[in-house]
């Protein structure tokens, strides 16, 4: 593999990682929200 080729996966990879985080967190706060928001009304 050319070291440019290996670069733009990097960053490809890189980038798609950066997105999966950001929704993973996105997820997880808001499950974290609907929980907290159970046990404050139950």
């Known amino acids: 593999m050319a070291p440019s080729e290996r670069k ?3 960053l490809v990879i890189a980038g798609v990682g950066g997105q999966g985080t950001i929704l993973t ?3 997880l706060g ?3 929200a609907r929980s ?3 046990v404050v009304t139950a």
């Open 30 to 32: 808001r499950a974290v």
């Open 36 to 38: 907290g928001l159970e």
């Open 25 to 27: 967190n996105a997820v």
């Open 8 to 10: 733009f996966w990097n």
